[in-house]
């Protein structure tokens, strides 16, 4: 057949860019450095259309920085730890990590096809013993620092997948990967203390670059600021104030009633000994099955009971009822809430349901109270003192009263709360603690790390971790007093293992700590991070969280991970996402086979800007096979034109072909390293293509003389130059057939010639009432109109016109324009 070997080519040059090493990096400090890294996968055998967009355009920014000169890092390793293999091995029969080291030989197959630029010397797998090693190792920093820390609380259940879930993966009540509704349940579990960091995650934004505005509304919708106030109810029954959490002071007065979340502390002993110990232990338990969105939803029915007993308000004085109500959560502000109906939907809904007085306090700006809640701001009434208020000054007024009383004060409040990293599932990385009868919860001494995964283990989820079915694992000796002992049998959420796999990259040889600090300080930051916005919440705030904690303790010198992140959207088929659930998922390895590699990079990265969704389609990947195949054949048949010293040379053709050369170099250059759209810099190559081929015929018909061979060579050249970075199999031959000795791969980036990305100009006289007032310099060939407008601009012309009215206008083109006026 007429195509091109792309099977031979693509063969050829990774074995010659492999065998040369050329993608190794080493740490350079004469160089400036630039990170590129590309979310690593999860092993799942054969990587899928999204897994390829998104190490492609890592590739081209990779490609684009090595020529560009910098010292690039673009590595890649494997999120080895999870789920999916331990239930494969349940359903198979095969111990997960053979599962796990299979899949991942499989991915790295077709990465490698894929030709990307990575320095394979750095991989970094993170079920290896060697690097959960320091896993265990940053949980022990975490411990001594008091942000690793064990309680009893309620937690996420996934009763399909056996397991605790973090708050974040939570996603609409049901688990986050199998989508089982998540139970409540009441557990002692590991967490770290990210809500320490609530503020600092906020703060922090600003040192970031270029990051999604979506990402970040995303990171702060979780992370939840509220600002408000703490105010006291005192309760006389326990000679005791309750303190709530409000953002709205303002209205102190509509407080009609009370509400306590049922889990609160206070609630047994307001209720111990009446008629209502027996009823309110119901209500908890059947409260304790909801999940925290069917509790707190608007839409969802709210549950409460009255207790019976009051609390004073702090300004009024007045009595006000003591409820409990499933809304009211134990874990967000202080657990009990002031309930002003007249303008909180909850409280409105929770108020119509059993009947307890609504009283507006504030009028909204523009009319009257109407009977349903107003949530919004407003004048306060109905307030005392107070009423006539605007409510943000309101609010600042009734906390500086309530402070001067000693009954409350300004407070924030953060929806964010910590992170759950203990899981009851086998291929995970211990958790490194001890528990001995004398001496208690002690950690794994560093030099005993790591603490190993057995191998011979009941995988079966259970309930409990499958490890603490694991004799041999469990029964240990106490550190500290040499005693009986046993191990923690929790598991790390993989999670963990993902907040710093990155810093493990810049010195993956390190046996005895997670990283070379002086390597860290040269690569990190991240210069470019590039994932899918699915992460958005999870792996981007959890691995921008870590840094911070190794800033604090010193161990790195910066305070986030990653400078710019780019969120590339999906690749969809038939208008949904791709997904083996779906049956529509095409696979990398038979399009690579059936037309290449080069073809299925200039697919994706012309289908559309890499932010947004794009559709797969067939017709799509021919068409880029097509304009693959046109290149290979011009690059041919520019190599193979005759030529002729008798032929006169064409210098407008010559002029034309070169500016259209640098105009190319510099589109292609501004869209891919500015705005990462790589689909107009590969239509820039095209009109380039288009050129050249047009070229071609043009010279075919009148003959080429020498002079004109060699420009087309130089065309050509550039060409192939700029097209590298989208295709670089097909460039890199091209480049090698035409003489060149070095890799292009390596070669430095063209640079434009602005001078010569000028259209031809002319000088045209113009004249005002047939003498020559100025001189404008304008495009060759431009419209009357258009020379019109330049010459009115012109200063000179300006001053003889002085208000004077154009009459006529004669041009004569390219030479003189005679405004005739009065
Ligand atoms: C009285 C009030 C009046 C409120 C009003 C709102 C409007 P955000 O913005 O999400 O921070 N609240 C406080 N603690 C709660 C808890 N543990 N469970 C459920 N709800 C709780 O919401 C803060 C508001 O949520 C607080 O302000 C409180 O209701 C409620 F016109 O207090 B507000
Ligand atoms: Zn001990």
């Not at 065998?19 to 350079?28: A, L, N």
């Not at 009446?274 to 969105?293: A, D, G, M, N």
């Not at 067939?618 to 195949?629: H, M, T």
């Amino acid at each position: 057949s007429n195509f091109y070997p792309f099977e031979e080519i693509e063969k050829k040059w990774q074995k010659a860019w492999e065998e040369k090493r050329i993608f190794e990096t080493t740490e350079d400090p004469d160089r400036k450095k630039f990170y590129v890294l590309e979310m690593f996968p999860y092993p799942s055998g054969d990587p899928h259309m999204g897994h390829v967009k998104n190490y492609v355009i890592g590739d081209v920014i990779a490609r684009y920085f090595i020529r560009k000169g910098y010292n690039v890092l673009h590595p890649m390793g494997f999120d080895a730890f999870g789920l999916p293999a331990e239930n494969a091995a349940i359903q198979h029969g095969i111990h997960p990590a053979v599962w796990t080291y299979e899949k991942i030989d499989r991915m790295r197959e077709v990465l490698k096809q894929l030709g990307i630029t990575y320095d394979w010397r750095r991989e970094v797998i993170t079920c290896d013993p060697g690097y959960y090693k320091f896993t265990q190792w940053f949980f022990l920093q975490f411990y001594k620092n008091g942000l690793a820390y064990k309680k009893e609380g309620p937690v996420n259940w996934c009763p399909s997948c056996a397991t605790v879930l973090a708050n974040e993966q939570v996603v609409d009540g049901a688990c986050e990967r199998c989508g089982t509704p998540v139970e409540r349940k009441l557990l002692n579990q590991w967490y770290f203390r990210i809500t320490k960091y609530a503020e600092a995650l906020l703060e922090d934004m600003k040192l970031l670059g270029n990051w999604p505005e979506r990402v970040l509304t995303m990171q702060r919708n979780w992370i939840g600021k509220s600002e408000g106030a703490n105010i006291d109810f005192f309760q006389p029954d326990l000679g005791e104030k309750i303190t709530v959490f409000t953002t709205r002071p303002d209205t102190i007065f509509g407080v009609t009633f009370f509400v306590l979340a049922p889990e609160h502390p206070l609630v047994e002993r307001l209720v111990k000994g009446t008629p209502k110990e027996e009823e309110v232990r119901k209500f908890k338990e059947r409260i304790s099955k909801k999940s925290e969105i069917e509790r707190t939803s608007d839409l969802s029915d709210k549950e409460g009971l009255a207790l019976e007993k009051d609390v004073v308000h702090p300004i009024t004085g007045q009595r006000i009822p003591i409820w409990v109500a499933d809304y009211v959560l134990l874990e967000y502000g202080s657990g009990a809430v002031m309930g002003v109906p007249a303008h909180d939907e909850r409280d409105f809904a929770f108020a119509k349901k059993y009947g307890l007085p609504i009283i507006p306090v504030i009028q909204p700006p523009d009319g009257d109270w109407n009977g349903e809640c107003y949530s919004g701001d407003g004048i306060m009434i109905n307030s005392g003192a107070f009423s006539g208020l605007l409510s943000e000054e309101g609010k600042k007024k009734i906390i500086a009263f309530l402070k001067e009383q000693g009954l409350g004060d300004a407070a924030v409040s953060y929806r964010l709360r910590d992170w759950l990293i203990s899981r009851q599932r086998y291929w995970g990385a211990p958790i490194p603690i001890i528990y001995c009868e004398q001496c208690g919860e002690v950690p794994v001494p560093e030099k005993d790390l790591p603490v190993l995964l057995p191998e011979n283990v009941d995988f079966r989820p259970t309930g409990p971790s499958p490890l603490a079915l694991c004799e041999s694992f469990v029964n240990t000796t106490c550190p500290q007093c040499g005693g009986p002992a046993r191990r923690e049998t929790d598991t790390m959420d993989t999670f963990v293992c993902s907040s710093w796999y990155y810093l493990r990259y810049c010195s993956p040889w390190e046996k005895d700590r997670p990283f070379n600090p002086e390597h860290v300080r040269y690569w990190m930051p991240v210069d470019q991070y590039i994932g899918g916005v699915e992460h958005a919440i999870l792996h981007l705030l959890y691995s921008r969280f870590f840094v911070k904690v190794l800033n604090d303790l010193g161990l790195v010198p910066f305070r986030e991970p990653f400078t710019n992140l780019f969120a590339q959207g999906m690749v969809t088929k038939d208008g949904a996402k791709m997904s083996k659930s779906k049956g529509n998922t095409v696979s990398p390895r038979e399009i690579i086979q059936k037309y290449g590699t080069d073809t299925v990079r200039l697919f994706i990265l012309f289908a559309g800007p890499p932010e947004l969704d794009m559709e797969w389609s067939d017709q799509g990947v021919e068409g880029a096979f097509r304009f693959l195949n046109r290149v290979w054949n011009i690059a041919r048949e520019i190599m193979y034109m005759q030529s002729n010293q008798q032929v006169p040379i064409d210098e407008n053709w010559m002029r034309n072909l070169e500016r259209k050369v640098h105009q190319t170099i510099f589109r292609v250059d501004r869209d891919t390293r500015e705005r990462f759209h790589f689909n107009t810099a590969i239509s820039a190559i095209m009109e380039l293509v288009n050129e050249l081929s047009e070229s071609l015929r043009f010279l075919s018909e009148k003959g080429a003389h020498p002079e004109e061979k060699k420009l087309m060579t130089w065309a050509l050249k550039q060409l192939v130059s700029i097209l590298n970075p989208f295709a670089p199999h097909l460039s890199e031959e091209i480049w090698s057939l035409l003489g060149e000795k070095s890799f292009l791969s390596l070669a430095p980036w063209p640079e434009y010639d602005a001078e010569k990305m000028l259209t031809e100009t002319v000088t045209i006289v113009v004249q005002i009432n047939g003498k020559v007032r100025s001189k404008i310099e304008a495009n060759r060939d431009a419209s009357k109109e258009a020379v019109l407008e330049q010459a009115l601009r012109d200063d000179k012309v300006q001053n003889w016109l002085d208000q004077k009215e154009i009459q006529k206008v004669i041009y004569v083109p390219n030479k003189l324009i005679n405004l005739v006026v009065r």
